[in-house]
């Protein structure tokens, strides 16, 4: 369950979720753009473009568009441990200058069957006109739909997923 964090002005968001896969796919779906256009901000329906360098400190540009909005998101990876962990940063420019940070950690619990523990933070600025208390619901409320966005794309990460072990 995803847990909240009000005491400063970034919101962090855990989330923990099994796959029926080996490690090693979970990983390339977190790089391989021809898993990313399946599920990670876009879809196939709805992507534009998608370009992925998924080396140390490469770079990635997802372009999606829906109801003839073009949306953009890109971000870099920081930190890649094959099969492992995946540090991350993810923005949308015209939304934000700044960017939020995905940790992914991946480990098999047993043969089969991969764990993901999916960390993410993303600051939130504090507006003056905001009480604490003001301050502390805006975070609550993006921490809670953020969280829900998440889950909800971790649903599309699993059909993906499911996909290709059935076309194997």
């Known amino acids: 369950m995803a847990k909240y964090n009000v005491e400063n002005e970034n919101v962090e968001i855990r989330l923990e979720r099994l796959f029926k896969v080996e490690p090693e796919l979970l990983y390339q779906a977190w790089t391989d753009e ?39 998101i890109q971000g870099s990876y920081r930190t890649l441990t094959p099969f492992e962990y995946i540090v991350m940063t993810i923005g949308m420019p015209e939304l934000s200058d700044s960017e939020d940070t995905i940790e992914v950690e991946i480990f098999e619990r047993e043969p089969g069957i991969t764990q993901m523990i999916f960390n993410y933070t993303a600051y939130v600025p504090r507006e003056r006109r905001l009480t604490t208390l003001e301050y502390k619901q805006k975070k609550k409320e993006y921490h809670d739909s953020t969280a829900h966005g998440f889950e909800m794309l971790f649903d599309k990460l699993q059909i993906a997923l499911e996909t290709f072990e059935a076309e194997l």
Do not use: C, P
Not at 43 to 66: F, H, L, M, P, W
């Open 34 to 72: 021809r898993f990313l256009k399946q599920w990670f901000m876009t879809t196939e329906r709805t992507n534009k473009s998608i370009q992925v360098d998924a080396e140390q400190n490469g770079n990635y540009t997802i372009i999606d568009v829906r109801k003839g909005k073009e949306n953009k």
